[in-house]
């Protein structure tokens, strides 16, 4: 079963560690954090090889510079955390984060349109601004926030944005009272069913939290423990090597 | 002494409601509040005659039909609450606003800059905010969000948004781990000395903590109890009427 210790070191013994890391998006998406740290995080996505290095909006640039030819993404982030700027807003940064090097596009749909039952304008929002980001050429992530959702309201998320095209259905942006859970990754990948893949979010920190979303449907991670998730990994490996 | 029993007294024998009323921005900001939230709001701050009601981006043309001809102005927030998209992006955020009808706009100004000590950066980014804003017509208002930062960021925060033609200096966001406290609130009223005002915020729920900011040098206080510290300024006017 997902999250249980048998999961888990099947994982360990299956998953190399290059696999591993490629289904990592490390962040660093901090209000506080400072230029150093970007650059660190650097340093960290290029010695791991991870799928993508999640940076603030204003940092775009600098990441792509840093991480150029190095075979990780830069991602950041679209109407975040909160999801309530208007469609427009999404759209204009949608652009001007792909003009400066994004190759993964994260953006925070349009809870309080779900919360107030308008599933028109809800749509419409996730339309456009998957259609805005796949015309750029890159990836489209939609973070649902299910710590502010009821069962009913996640499905009806996830299963709009799966109809309009996402890449990725992701849980949490970090910033609400709780991140993913098991039970919402298998939830959205039972939804996703193959058509997106589903990114776990939102206080993971540790490998054997990151190897249980996994088990659970997960196909990316985002956590700003990319490091030591990787470290964890190889240590459980050694311990389980015959 | 601001924050004493005695300065609140005196606050609540000298200020007329009215006068209370308009030094609040009253704020429907959570991401997961519905249309029905929105609509409950503008009747509160129609009914007491807020300074200004401030709204999700997305809702500010409902709002501003909602509150059409009430003398309560539309406020919204740029770049919330974050603060690390790129100038270019809060420029366009607040151009959008304005043409939606928003009179107040409060941007987050770049923590990541500031922390980095990109001074620089810093000021570019709030030089460039606040011009557009002001070349809207609309009032500006810088957040810093306290919360995040030293002694000596907050007094180097506040003088460049003084020195660049800020309205108000406004404390926080009210998604960071803590709001406005009286030190800050008293701080930043002697960097502004007169030129700019005081916005305190985060946390603020009851009259009297209203009250105490005010006696510290707010001129203006961003709350979402704004409803509740009226009646409970009446309650107290009552009690020491003579």
Chains 1, 2 share one sequence.
């Not at 099947?10 to 209000?31: C, F, G, N, Q, Y």
């Amino acid at each position: 079963m997902a999250g249980s210790r048998a999961s888990i070191d099947e994982l360990v013994r299956s998953l190399k560690p290059s696999e591993l890391a490629k289904m990592i998006d490390h962040t660093l998406l901090k209000p506080y954090a400072t230029v150093e740290d970007l650059r660190r995080a650097c340093e960290e996505a290029k010695r791991y090889g991870f799928a993508a290095l999640y940076v603030p909006p204003w940092l775009v640039e600098e990441a792509a510079k840093l991480l150029e030819g190095s075979g990780v993404n830069v991602g950041t982030v679209i109407g975040f955390p909160l999801g309530f700027t208007p469609t427009k807003v999404k759209v204009f940064e949608a652009r001007e984060y792909a003009r400066r090097g994004a190759k993964e596009l994260d953006f925070v749909v349009n809870l309080m349109a779900l919360k107030s039952g308008d599933l028109e304008m809800f749509r419409r929002d996730v339309a456009e601004v998957v259609a805005a980001i796949k015309e750029l050429g890159c990836v489209a992530k939609a973070i649902l926030e299910t710590a502010y959702l009821s069962e009913e309201e996640k499905v009806i998320a996830a299963r709009i944005a799966v109809e309009e095209g996402i890449d990725f259905l992701k849980t949490s942006t970090g910033f609400a009272p709780s991140g993913a859970t098991l039970h919402d990754v298998m939830l959205l990948a039972k939804i996703a069913s193959g058509r997106a893949g589903v990114k776990a979010s939102g206080g993971i920190r540790h490998a054997e939290d990151a190897l249980a979303m996994i088990a659970a449907g997960a196909t990316r991670i985002g956590t700003s423990s990319g490091a030591r998730i990787m470290e964890e990994f190889l240590k459980l490996r050694e311990r389980l090597r015959p």
